[in-house]
């Protein structure tokens, strides 16, 4: 990781902390603003995390109606599943490291199923694009390079 994914990482937990906080709408996990911010500029990563999660989110909810799971045993079962979408429509997804191809689509899927799809896909994207625009914003005003 370079010294400007660090910051992007940071800030987007700040930002994505804050958000929960000011809103009660998690962004799909501590560490998932930041990483997607890394992203942004490869949109079909990011819209194949999406859809990964989404996948995520439906396979949960089934699960969680039939076995009661919650708690971390519910973001176990998260994870687990977003590694098996992974595996098996691998093909269909844009190469990606293992932070957006499958971790965070699972933080992503079990905050859907638990809040629901908008609200989660707005808070993860609107503190991904905060964390991102902040960036910009300290290493212009530092006068360093990224």
């Known amino acids: 990781m370079t010294d400007g994914d660090v910051l992007l990482v940071a800030l987007g937990i700040a930002l994505g902390l804050f958000l929960f906080h000011r809103t009660g709408y998690s962004p799909g996990g501590i560490i998932t603003p930041g990483f997607l911010a890394m992203e942004l500029a490869s949109p079909a990563r990011v ?31 998260a994870m687990l599943l977003a590694l098996g979408v992974k595996v098996v ?8 490291p293992a932070w957006i191809g499958w971790v965070i689509p699972g933080l992503i899927g079990a905050d859907m199923q638990r809040q629901g799809i908008v609200p989660t896909a707005a808070a993860s994207l609107a503190s ?19």
Request: proline share 3%; glycine share 14%; aromatic share 6%.
């Open 47 to 77: 819209a194949a995390a999406f859809g990964c999660a989404v996948i995520v989110g439906a396979l949960l909810s089934l699960l969680v109606r039939g076995t009661g799971l919650y708690g971390r045993q519910r973001t176990g079962a």
């Open 89 to 96: 429509l691998g093909d269909l997804f844009p190469a990606a």
């Open 128 to 146: 991904a694009f905060a964390a991102s625009l902040a960036a910009v914003l300290l290493v212009s005003l530092s006068g360093l390079s990224p």
